[in-house]
């Protein structure tokens, strides 16, 4: 029987927690991860199935004094295993933990991580979305040439893509921030 194994998945920028549960419901099926590379393609070695809590963290300002910032979550228990785009994983047995154990104990840290990935992942977005992507669909909505279709079909595409990735986040911090009201 394969000892390990290869999945291909896409999970968006606010997409942590459902990409911790896929780790996790992937660990409870007898499948570890073991690390995750562009484009999405994640790897797992066959392990006794273990109900083991995944989290992830996006903190560049942490990896700045990784030592210091890894030792933080090992004096909680939880075993730090890499960092992919700024995010940092983590893992805990259920069995170790007390109760519902989270890295982000309320809304409040939630909202400040995901203000953490507004500036490190979405205002470069934004910053290319405007000084480069824009004008060039606007130089190309002027031409009227064939293979300028083609272009004009990919940048649409491509801008609703981004457009897409920007409304995700907007609601999902919108949510938090109403939570982290009440």
Same mark, same amino acid.
């Given at each position: ?5 290869? @999945? ?20 409870? %099926? ?19 199935? @273990?109900?083991?809590?995944? %989290?992830?963290?996006?903190? %560049? ?17 939880? @075993?730090? *295993? ?15 933990m ?12 939630? #909202?400040?991580? #995901?203000?953490?990935?507004f500036?490190?992942?979405? *205002?470069?977005?934004?910053?290319? #979305?405007?000084?480069? &992507? +824009?004008?060039? *669909?606007?130089?190309? +909505? ?14 649409s +595409?491509? &801008?609703?893509?981004? #457009?897409?990735?920007?409304v ?15």
């Amino acid at each position: 029987m394969k000892q390990t194994k290869k @999945e291909f998945r896409i999970f968006l920028i606010t997409d942590y927690e459902k990409e911790g549960e896929y780790l996790s419901l992937r660990h409870s %099926q007898g499948w570890k991860f073991v690390k995750v590379v562009f484009p999405g393609i994640y790897y797992f070695e066959k392990c006794t199935p @273990e109900d083991v809590v995944y %989290q992830l963290d996006y903190n %560049q300002d942490g990896l700045s004094n990784k030592d210091e910032y890894v030792q933080l979550f090992q004096d909680c228990g939880w @075993e730090y *295993l890499m960092d992919f785009f700024g995010y940092s994983y983590f893992r805990k047995s259920r069995a170790a933990m007390d109760g519902d154990e989270q890295i982000f104990c309320d809304e409040e840290s939630r #909202l400040e991580m #995901l203000q953490r990935v507004f500036q490190g992942r979405m *205002l470069p977005l934004c910053i290319i #979305l405007f000084g480069v &992507f +824009i004008p060039q *669909l606007i130089s190309v +909505i002027g031409e009227s040439r064939n293979d300028m279709t083609i272009i004009l079909i990919l940048y649409s +595409i491509l &801008f609703l893509i981004y #457009l897409f990735v920007f409304v995700t986040f907007a609601v999902r911090y919108r949510q938090l921030k109403s939570h982290s009201k009440r």
